[in-house]
């Protein structure tokens, strides 16, 4: 059974710091590690992509520069890495991750079959 279990979600100030962190259970082969994040009233949009293969990561507009997507040595637990945190990046932020053995769309949630529960993420003004 695949399970994804996200934790590192909080409360923080504007200009504060997070690391979000996503273990990975009952998945041997696997191509694309991803974040998403929704807000409320909004879509769910992806913010980082990683794979695991290449190495190559893909990023929003928005995060470049402040996010940075990471895995343990043991490629089984994605991290991310929030800095300079706004208000805006309030949301429920999601990890996924996609089995397919094809060329995918790395933020695009279509393209990722396994998901986390989602671990809330709140900054405050």
């Known amino acids: 059974q695949v399970q994804l279990v996200e934790s590192g979600g909080d409360s923080v100030p504007a200009g504060g710091s997070l690391r979000l962190s996503c273990k990975a259970s009952g998945l041997t082969v696997y191509y694309w590690m991803g974040w998403f994040r929704q807000a409320p009233g909004k879509e769910r949009e992806g913010i980082a992509g990683f794979n695991r293969i290449s190495g190559n990561t893909d990023y929003i507009n928005s995060v470049k520069g402040r996010f940075t997507i990471s895995h343990d040595n043991d490629e089984t637990t994605v991290h991310l890495q929030m800095n300079s945190l706004k208000p805006e990046d309030t949301a429920v932020y999601y990890c996924?991750?996609?089995?397919?053995?094809?060329?995918?769309?790395?933020?695009?949630?279509?393209?990722?079959?396994?998901w986390g529960q989602g671990t809330q993420v709140t900054v405050s003004s």
């Open positions: 996924a991750y996609s089995t397919y053995d094809r060329p995918i769309r790395p933020l695009s949630h279509q393209d990722y079959n396994y």
